[in-house]
């Protein structure tokens, strides 16, 4: 069965720490590994990644793939406030006549003044 | 202008009831979801539909029935409610050939008491 596992489940921080993030799957016929926000509403895009070992970057956030161990990880640096949020992990698949996304269960930010 | 939107936001009612929650796009887009977001945050998805089709049914109880009358709607009615449906729902589309580029809907918080 497919899936994906993201930890910690959940982190508190100060502000101004680096935080990492980490996505692992066990997925067949990959296809794009995604991060998404989710504050209070629906989950927010942040990154795709397609290819293994390109960073993706906007503003304090980044992140990338390692195909061959199967995970991403997302960074935060200079964290503040604003970033508190569950971060979600999705991996497109290779489905049928379409793909699908399949979510980690999160990983809940806390970021303290 | 919203591009994807839900009905309604909040949904209170009683075991045994009937329910039905309306998606709508204006993205154009040929591809349409339902993902249920339980209490402990873990996004999974439920069904999606293609130009009107049934693409893709998870393993969700046929109390559930997913209608769409047109490729911009998709409806989602639930029978004979119980406490384990309480969740929040979440609509999104995408064009079928993108899959990772999903709009979310704002999500209707649905409680069964």
């Known amino acids: 069965e497919d899936k994906v596992v993201q930890s910690p489940l959940s982190l508190v921080v100060h502000e101004g720490d680096t935080v990492t993030l980490n996505c692992s799957y066990e997925v067949t016929n990959f296809r794009s590994l995604l991060w998404y926000k989710q504050e209070k509403k629906a989950p927010t895009f942040l990154f795709m990644l397609t290819s293994s070992g390109i960073e993706k970057k906007s503003g304090r956030l980044s992140s990338i793939l390692d195909k061959k161990e199967l995970s991403s990880i997302l960074n935060i640096t200079a964290t503040q406030t604003g970033d508190s949020a569950i971060y979600l992990c999705?991996?497109?698949?290779?489905?049928?006549?379409?793909?699908?996304?399949?979510f980690g269960k999160g990983t809940k930010l806390s970021v303290k003044p | 202008d919203t591009a994807v939107s839900q009905t309604p936001k909040y949904l209170v009612t009683q075991m045994g009831n009937d329910k039905s929650i309306k998606c709508e796009q204006n993205l154009g887009h040929d591809t349409m979801y339902w993902y249920k977001q339980d209490s402990k945050k873990f996004l999974k998805i439920m069904f999606s539909?293609?130009?009107?089709?049934?693409?893709i049914n998870e393993t969700v109880p046929n109390r559930f029935s997913p209608k769409s009358p047109d490729k911009a709607h998709l409806n989602l009615h639930i029978n004979s409610l119980e406490l384990g449906d309480s969740a929040v729902y979440f609509c999104a589309s995408s064009q079928v050939t993108s899959v990772e580029t999903q709009y979310f809907g704002p999500g209707t918080r649905l409680l069964v008491l």
């Open positions: 999705a991996v497109g698949n290779y489905g049928g006549s379409q793909g699908n996304l399949i």
């Open positions: 539909y293609n130009n009107k089709e049934l693409i």
